[in-house]
T-cell receptor, first 112, second 113 residues
């Protein structure tokens, strides 16, 4: 079935380090891909998205490119801040269904 | 402010005592959905609704009910809660499918003892 696989966390980085959180998906069609972020005690917020192959989503210094050939949507940021500490969820959604299919989440911890 | 509002934020209840978690959105979204979040399992869809009076089961619907009598409201009902329904619940709404993202509420942490 359709699914999303994320790298296990926690990912622990020092401030200003480069971030990559891997996300791969299995899908029978052509989904849209999303990254959501969950700060402690809060709901999920849409961070960025891409709706077709080779699209790059970007927001707040984060980027991810929809790679159809490798079925991946890895999240990157050039220089993380302490305030980026959160749980990051990769997700996919099809045009003919309401469901958003999530990965299990990756916790990012950034230390000064 | 565009938002999804859930109530209550925290709830402790006893096994078998019926409860309702309310959800309301002010964005005129067609689609609404309930998810539960459990450690190591990510978020799983419980029920969803594509419009007023149109609801369908998600991946983990057992033990839950929903209704969509008005476009803005989508309450989650637990008729007879059990301890395995202890979880963090999120309501979400979306303008459409596909490339439209979901807007999530702040969550309801439910503990059933």
């Amino acid at each position: 079935g359709d699914s999303v696989t994320q790298m296990e966390g926690p990912v622990t980085l020092s401030e200003e380090a480069f971030l990559t959180i891997n996300c791969t998906y299995t899908a029978t069609g052509y989904p849209s891909l999303f990254w959501y972020v969950q700060y402690p005690g809060e709901g999920l917020q849409l961070l960025l998205k891409a709706t077709k192959a080779d699209d790059k989503g970007s927001n707040k210094g984060f980027e991810a490119t929809y790679r159809k050939e490798t079925t991946s949507f890895h999240l990157e940021k050039g220089s993380v801040q302490v305030s980026d500490s959160a749980v990051y969820f990769c997700a996919l959604r099809f045009y003919n269904t309401d469901k958003l299919i999530f990965g299990t989440g990756t916790r990012l911890q950034v230390f000064p | 402010e565009a938002q999804v509002t859930q109530n209550p934020r925290y709830l402790i209840t006893v096994t078998g005592k019926k409860l309702t978690v309310t959800c309301s959105q002010n964005m005129n979204h067609e689609y609404m959905s309930w998810y539960r979040q459990d450690p190591g399992l990510g978020l799983r869809q419980i029920y969803y609704s594509m419009n007023v009076e149109v609801t369908d089961k998600g991946d983990v619907p057992e033990g839950y009910k929903v209704s969509r009598k008005e476009k803005r409201n989508f309450p989650l009902i637990l008729e007879s809660p059990s301890p395995n329904q202890t979880s963090l619940y999120f309501c979400a709404s979306s303008l459409g499918t596909g490339g439209f993202g979901y807007t999530f509420g702040s969550g309801t942490r439910l503990t059933v003892v």
